[in-house]
């Protein structure tokens, strides 16, 4: 079925997307995913280009459009071509909305500029080695003293959190005030007492930097507090979340496209007992059930994009199309893993990549189990 999302105007913008990936990072990013880090060099020529803060204000220099499909037109160029590495979702889908809707004037004033131009990279901490999906469990505290808060605790998981200037931090100001006591801090690259651990291995995205953080002692100006008071940190994170599982719906959504288009064409030209293996029923078959499912998994994203665009999509939609795409993309590439044969488990095929790269979606950004929960809890019983 046709798709029609996207105006001409998105069209010709995917053209300079791909123009930029075939020509700064195709070239670059085995290289990347050896080094485990992308350079802070190709933000800054994506900044060039238009392709951060869509939603920032033009004063700022942004474009001051709030139309989640350029998002999605950088996410879909990103994961055909299997950079993995490139941070840049996190920065547009999930950053954007803290740093351009809970900011006033001066703090716009200080970071909006950087980061539409990707001289500021952005990253949230959230997760700790002891909370992940349960955000009310954080341990780590923001004590204000006079016009500063001083921040303990540690942060893990944090994707762009070797290259970051600016993290979003999730802290407690009121321990005993449950949701209400949570607040968002942005700590800045070169604070006092913030360090960052190892730049964590991981089964896939090699090229991604996911690091620790550690916060001993860190004096936060409360001119960092994003919001107009303390304790509103949980329900804005709330308020964001279902833009963030969006974002990876597209990316899942993607890629299971994109190794499904490369297994088509590796069983037309793969042979086996003198014939192409797609012409065995079985083959057929299995490609007929997964086109399907991923036909009709992108029509139902394509219409939360359009949800999103008119402040219609909940935190439900969002939940819905999280765990079913990502679930489907981890089916789709381990299938075309199998129909690869023993080159499905050689990485210099792209599905060995994306079978390895796969596997984190169905767990960041709320496990399977939460959005089900999510879901479940919808019904009022």
Same mark, same amino acid.
């Given at each position: 079925?046709?798709?029609?999302?996207?105006?001409?105007?998105?069209?010709?913008?995917?053209?300079?997307?791909?123009?930029?990936? @075939?020509?700064?990072?195709?070239?670059?990013?085995?290289?990347?995913?050896?080094?485990? %880090?992308?350079?802070?060099?190709?933000?800054?020529? /994506? &900044?060039?280009? &238009?392709?951060?803060?869509?939603?920032?204000?033009?004063?700022?220099?942004?474009?001051?459009?709030?139309?989640?499909?350029?998002?999605?037109?950088?996410?879909?160029? %990103?994961?055909?071509?299997?950079?993995?590495?490139?941070?840049?979702?996190?920065?547009?889908?999930?950053?954007?909305?803290?740093?351009?809707?809970?900011?006033?004037?001066?703090?716009?004033?200080?970071?909006?500029?950087?980061?539409?131009?990707?001289?500021?990279?952005?990253?949230? +901490?959230?997760?700790?080695?002891?909370?992940?999906?349960?955000?009310?469990?954080?341990?780590?505290?923001?004590?204000?003293?006079?016009?500063?808060?001083?921040?303990?605790?540690?942060?893990?998981?944090?994707?762009?959190?070797?290259?970051?200037?600016?993290?979003?931090?999730?802290?407690?100001?009121?321990?005993?005030? +449950?949701? #209400? +006591?949570?607040?968002?801090?942005?700590?800045? #690259? &070169? *604070?006092?007492?913030?360090?960052?651990?190892?730049?964590?291995?991981?089964?896939?995205?090699?090229?991604?930097?996911?690091?620790?953080?550690?916060?001993?002692?860190?004096?936060?100006?409360?001119?960092?507090?994003?919001?107009?008071?303390?304790?509103?940190?949980?329900?804005?994170?709330?308020?964001?979340?279902?833009?963030?599982?969006?974002?990876?719906?597209?990316?899942?959504?993607?890629?299971?496209?994109?190794?499904?288009?490369?297994?088509?064409?590796?069983?037309?030209?793969?042979?086996?007992?003198?014939?192409?293996?797609?012409?065995?029923?079985?083959? #057929?078959?299995?490609?007929?059930?997964? @086109?399907?499912?991923?036909?009709? /998994?992108?029509?139902?994203?394509?219409?939360?994009? #359009?949800?999103?665009?008119?402040?219609?999509?909940?935190?439900?939609?969002? @939940?819905?199309?999280?765990?079913?795409?990502?679930?489907?993309?981890?089916?789709?590439?381990?299938?075309?893993?199998?129909?690869?044969?023993?080159? &499905?488990?050689?990485?210099?095929?792209?599905?060995?990549?994306?079978?390895?790269?796969?596997?984190?979606?169905?767990?960041? +950004?709320?496990?399977?189990?939460? *959005?089900?929960?999510?879901?479940?809890?919808?019904?009022?019983?």
């Amino acid at each position: 079925m046709r798709r029609d999302l996207f105006d001409e105007e998105h069209d010709l913008f995917r053209e300079t997307v791909r123009e930029f990936m @075939a020509r700064e990072v195709v070239p670059h990013h085995a290289q990347w995913e050896k080094d485990g %880090i992308v350079p802070r060099e190709v933000w800054k020529k /994506a &900044g060039e280009l &238009g392709m951060f803060g869509f939603s920032v204000p033009e004063e700022y220099g942004g474009s001051g459009i709030t139309d989640f499909r350029y998002n999605v037109v950088i996410v879909e160029e %990103i994961i055909r071509v299997g950079a993995s590495g490139l941070g840049f979702g996190l920065h547009n889908d999930i950053m954007a909305p803290y740093l351009v809707d809970l900011t006033d004037d001066e703090q716009k004033q200080r970071w909006l500029p950087g980061f539409a131009s990707g001289e500021l990279i952005t990253a949230i +901490g959230m997760t700790e080695p002891g909370a992940g999906s349960d955000l009310q469990g954080i341990r780590t505290t923001a004590v204000r003293e006079g016009d500063h808060y001083v921040v303990n605790g540690q942060k893990t998981f944090i994707t762009n959190g070797i290259n970051s200037d600016l993290v979003v931090v999730v802290t407690k100001t009121d321990p005993s005030a +449950g949701a #209400r +006591g949570t607040s968002l801090l942005v700590v800045e #690259r &070169g *604070m006092e007492g913030f360090t960052r651990g190892r730049n964590l291995e991981k089964v896939g995205m090699h090229a991604q930097d996911t690091a620790e953080l550690f916060f001993e002692n860190v004096r936060v100006p409360v001119a960092n507090l994003l919001g107009e008071e303390e304790g509103q940190g949980f329900f804005q994170l709330m308020n964001n979340l279902p833009q963030e599982r969006l974002s990876i719906a597209v990316a899942a959504v993607a890629a299971a496209e994109t190794v499904l288009e490369q297994t088509i064409e590796y069983c037309r030209n793969r042979t086996a007992f003198g014939r192409s293996i797609g012409k065995f029923q079985n083959t #057929r078959f299995l490609l007929a059930e997964l @086109a399907t499912e991923v036909e009709i /998994a992108r029509h139902y994203v394509d219409k939360c994009v #359009r949800a999103l665009n008119a402040k219609e999509l909940t935190a439900v939609d969002a @939940a819905k199309a999280k765990w079913w795409t990502t679930e489907l993309q981890n089916k789709v590439v381990d299938r075309c893993v199998q129909l690869h044969g023993g080159y &499905g488990y050689m990485l210099e095929y792209p599905v060995a990549k994306a079978w390895l790269d796969s596997r984190v979606q169905t767990i960041y +950004g709320g496990t399977t189990e939460i *959005m089900k929960e999510i879901i479940g809890r919808s019904f009022g019983f």
